[in-house]
Every structure is written in C-alpha cells, then in structure tokens.
C-alpha cells in the first residue's frame, strides 16, 4: 500500500517546494493565516488544461482562444479519479493489510480459504481472549490504580526536588506498567535526542496509547482538556504530583489563554517538556495531516517525535466514530502485540522570516519522512467537518486566469 | 465489531460487470472496496453526501455535475453496478480493445461514450441540447466570481458560434463531437493507481 502512496507523497512533497519556493522568491504569504494552506497545484492546472487544448486542437494555439468546450475534461478526470481514489478519507479508517494476521478485525475482503486457516484463527482467539486479555486487563488495572494512587501521595509532599524525583519514578513505573498491559513492543531510536525542560515535544497522532507510549521513556507534562469520570480521576491525580496543564472546556476555544499558558510553562526551566499532537485528531498511522500552528507560534524548541506502528500485530488507529473509549483498549488488548516504534528526532527552532505555519510544516515534513508516512497539507478536522470553499474558489480563480489573461494579451496586441 | 463488506461480492456479479465495463477482476474487487468505504450507510447505495465527503471532490468546481453523472434521471441512490458503469467511461483505451470486432455493443469507455459524459455535464436539464443558458451556468461554475457577466456571456457566444452548425443556437452532441477535437482521448482517461492489479 505505500508503493501506491509513495508517488503521491512525492508529488505532494515536490509541488510543496515548488511552491514555497516559488512564494519566497514573491515575498508572498503563502499560507494565509487561518487557512488550511492547502497545494492547488496553480502551475498544474494550467498546463494540463493547455496539453487537452494542443492534443487536439488543429488551431494554431498562440492564437488560442479563451474557452474551450474541451476544458471540461481537465475537472472531469480530475473529480473521477478523486471518486476513485482521495488522499484523505482513506486516513481516517484503519489500514488495509497486505496478508491476514489472524485477527476479524483486520477481516477486509478475505473469505474462507481453508480449514487450516480457520482452525488457526480459532486458537489464536482462545489464546487471545482467554490468555492474553485477563493478564493484561489485570494489569492494566493495577497501573492505573498505582498510578492514582501513588501521585495522590507524592501529591502530599512539599515542592522541592525530592517531590519531582518521586513523581518522575512514580509516573514511570505506572506507565511502564500500562504498557505491559498493552504489550506493547517499543523501539527507541536517538534518545540523545530526547525532548528536555523548557521545550515541546510533538508527534504525530495515531491513537492515545501515543501518551503512553512516550511517557514511558520519559516525563512529559501533558496538555488537554479536562474530563469528567474516571479520566477526570486520572488528570486530577496526576497534576497532584507534577504540574500538567489541563484545560476546561471553555478555556479550551480561547486561544490566548491556551498560547498563554504553554508559553508560560515552557519559559520555567524547572518544568517538564510540553507533549504536544498538533494535528489534533487521531490519523491511521499511514500519513501526517495538517499540524495546527498554535504550538508553534509560542517560540520554544521544537523536539519532533514520529511514531510509527507495526499493523501486522494489531491496528493501534482509533477510530473515534466507530469505537468509544472502552471497546478500543479491549481490542488493543486483545490483538496480538502493539508494536512500534519511536524516533527521537534532532531539535528544530523556528527560523528568520519563517512564519509558524512554515514552521510547522518543516516540522511534519521531518516527521513523515523519519516515520515513512505521507505527507499531507489536509487537515484532520476533515474527518468530522466539510472541507472550506476557499480551495474550490482557489481553483476557480486560477481557470479564470487562463481565460480571462488571453483576452487581456489579445487586447494589448 | 462491525464488519466493513458488508457483503463480498459473488462471482458471478463480478463477470457481469466485467463484461460489462471492461474492468478486471482485481479492479472490480478494488473499487468494489472503495465503494463499501465510501458507503457510511452501509446499505449498499451511495447517496450525494457520500460523494461530497471526498474534500477533493468537494472543491472541484464541476463536483456537484460529476456527482450528478452517477444518479439516473430522478434518483437519489446508485448502487455498485451504476457505479461500475459511470466509471467505465473513463477506463483507459486498450490496444487490444481497438482491433475488437466492430459489429460488438460499444465499449462504455469508447471515445464517442467518453464525449458522452462530458457533453451531458454540460446538458443540465438533460435533453440532448446545450443552449447558451446551460453553458453560461457551467462556466459560471468553473469560474466563479471572477468573471463579469457580459464577459462570461460573450465568452459564451464565442463558443455556440463556432460549433453551432445548423443555427439553432444550440450545441448538439453531434455539434459537441466536432467542436472538442480532442483527437487524443487518452487525455481523458483516469490513471488507476491500484496496487497489485
């Protein structure tokens, strides 16, 4: 599946340059405050409505005319291979795998093959359900528990170094602990590259076993909203033991406040590194989509992480609309393993007379690259919301230009 | 759990659309996938909404006619076999296909079928005739607000008059036929990059 992808990304990563480049050279604000700074290859439509034109065309073209009937079929194959195939609502459903792995979740258009297969499916289920998913669920539990518990109590102590050493060795056993509960495989490469005081870490979003997956090798303080129930027990408890920055709900819409606050976290050396998704939506591990610039913005050093999962073991992508909380981590524990894994990448700052929304695209170009992921300029919220007329006017623009531009050159002759 | 197919295909239906559409057997199975993940509602047909939720459909300007190519005459739901058959205009021209005998039904991607599409995303209301009316609301849609009316219409003009040839001030398809010249119709053919074909 990522051959099919890789000349995608390409074309996504080439036409970026392109175009950046070409901004730079304008001085043009590329990515317009706001927008989703999504590529409408502006050089690309033009030369290939011009190639439909010349390919049939027993005109002389440089007196071409504005309109042709012909054009239509630069939109039409255009929408039809959109129907066919689109980069983004495939991000938002578990990847396709090439051979089974035993598991009906991964079921996708295999039929009965042979018996063999099924009776191997049968016992991998026994082993699944039956081993694997009372041992891990027993510890799952135990972790959280300690977890509450334990930073409750350090929670007790007076603020000094000995309370940030016990919370650092409390959160970590917990969350080394979760992990087994998941059994989770994890493989760091580049610690010396390690997110340290004062800085943010981001990453890309796949599920949130994400946090835990990071906080396991290391103390973040974590950024999001306040819930209520038994997560609500969780944040409560943590925060008790080192200062994680949580957010109520309506906080949560005013974006000074929110900027406020990280930058005032990051500017106290003594505090933890901010851990950060910037895309703001969980993705299927196969692409990066669009990072929100407001973690960017703030003016710390960047430490990108890029986690990549292995499918063959169990999918790790959440899938908000289809699954809740709970019947996602008892599929996570019932599959087979969760393997991964996590590069640390060097850190990045943001550059002279480089906006944040560059920056931010540096930053997932580097990320997708490390991860073997595609590169995307779409944004996530795309999974629950319609896309914005802007991009459609965007192209309407540059098709106006075709048009109306010959009439102006042939006024001027 | 969920299941995605909500039901595989059965052979047979496989080799009616084959025959049908000219596609391959993996092809059918492909998009037959990607039709499956397309429908939210599970229940075998696409509605419109199913289609806009492609973004990149969504903001191509002919995105509303495209979609209006899959739904028949007053119907709001296409099932898979419709699906095939839109989608088989723009199935690219084998070699092997052009020496085919020539007294066969015409292959849906043949090059008069391919200017068939196109000419009905022009026809809005469907009756074998553009007039300057649909024309003006098509390349209103292509261009959007850029363009002035009376430049719009004028561009327009320009259009019926060269391919009118028996001044009724409309296009017809066989009018629309010279007018395209677009000798070669492998422009207008969709590149399927699907894996393992």
């Known amino acids: 599946m990522i051959d099919a992808e890789n000349p995608q990304s390409c074309q996504n990563s080439w036409a970026t340059l392109r175009i950046e480049r070409g901004a730079k050279e304008k001085n ?18 033009e030369e290939e409505i011009k190639e439909i034109r010349r390919s049939g065309s027993n005109k002389d073209l440089d007196s071409a005319t504005e309109f042709e ?56 289920l026994l082993i699944r359900y039956g081993f694997l998913l009372p041992l891990r669920v027993t510890l799952a539990f135990t972790g959280v528990g300690l977890l509450v518990f334990l930073t409750s109590v350090v929670g007790l102590l007076p603020n000094g170094r000995m309370k940030n050493f016990l919370s650092e060795k409390v959160h970590l056993m917990c969350y080394r602990i979760c992990v087994r509960a998941l059994t989770a495989i994890i493989t760091y490469h580049d610690s010396e590259n390690k997110p340290k005081n004062g800085g943010i870490c981001v990453a890309n ?22 819930h209520g129930g038994l997560m609500g027990v969780i944040q409560r408890s943590m925060v008790k033991a080192c200062p994680h920055i949580w957010f109520e709900r309506s906080e949560v819409k005013d974006r000074h406040l929110v900027a406020k606050r990280l930058s005032d976290h990051v500017e106290d050396k003594s505090k933890l590194p901010i851990l950060i998704f910037p895309e703001g939506t969980c993705i299927n591990n196969t692409s990066v989509m669009m990072f929100k610039k407001g973690s960017f913005e703030i003016g710390a050093t960047v430490y990108p992480v890029a986690i990549k999962y292995d499918p063959r073991f169990g999918d790790a992508f959440w899938n908000s609309s289809k699954f809740g909380m709970v019947s996602y981590l008892l599929r996570m524990m019932s599959s087979w393993a969760i393997v991964c894994s996590v590069w640390y990448l060097p850190p990045m700052s943001r550059e002279e007379g480089e906006d944040a929304v560059q920056f931010a695209n540096r930053v997932k170009a580097a ?26 006017e965007e192209q309407q623009k540059l098709y106006s230009k075709m048009l109306v531009g010959t009439q102006e050159d042939r006024s001027r002759s | 759990m969920g299941s995605r197919a909500s039901r595989l295909l059965r052979e047979e239906e496989i080799e009616e659309i084959k025959k049908e559409t000219g596609f391959s057997h993996s092809q059918i199975t492909r998009l037959y996938s990607r039709f499956t993940s397309l429908d939210k509602g599970e229940n075998g047909t696409l509605s419109r909404e199913d289609f806009q939720r492609i973004p990149e459909l969504a903001i191509n300007p002919l995105g509303d006619r495209i979609i209006n190519a899959f739904f028949p005459e007053g119907e709001d739901q296409v099932n898979f076999r419709g699906f095939m058959r839109t989608l088989a205009h723009f199935r690219p021209i084998e070699d092997n296909e052009k020496n085919k005998n020539p007294s066969a039904t015409e292959p849906l991607n043949s090059r008069t079928n391919k200017l068939l599409f196109a000419f009905r995303l022009y026809d809005l209301d469907r009756d074998d005739k553009i007039s300057r009316d649909e024309l003006l609301q098509v390349l209103r849609m292509m261009v959007g607000v850029n363009i002035s009316d009376e430049q719009l219409g004028s561009i327009a003009d320009r259009t019926i008059q060269e391919a009118d ?33």
């Open chain 1, 69 to 124: 009937l012909s054009d239509i079929f630069y939109f039409a194959r255009r929408g039809v291979e959109s129907i066919m195939d689109d980069e983004v609502t495939k991000r938002f459903s578990a990847e396709e795998l090439e051979s089974w792995n035993l598991l009906t979740r991964s079921n996708y258009n295999f039929h009965y093959i042979s018996l063999r297969l099924t009776v191997l499916w049968g016992l991998g």
């Open chain 1, 205 to 226: 979003h796949t599920s949130p076993i994400d946090v835990i997956i990071l906080a396991s090798d290391g103390c973040y303080a974590m950024v999001g909203q306040i």
């Open chain 1, 28 to 45: 043009h604000l590329l990515y317009k405050p706001y927008s989703n700074g999504r590529i409408i290859e502006p050089t690309s439509l």
């Open chain 1, 367 to 392: 990320i997708a690259r490390q991860g073997g992921l595609v590169d995307l300029l779409w944004d996530g919220g795309l999974k629950r919301a319609k896309v914005k007329d802007t991009f459609k």
């Open chain 2, 165 to 197: 040839t028996n001044g009724d001030s409309c296009i017809s398809f066989n009018e629309f036929i010279k007018a395209s010249f677009v000798v070669n119709i492998h422009i207008c053919t969709v590149v399927l990059v699907l894996v393992n074909i």
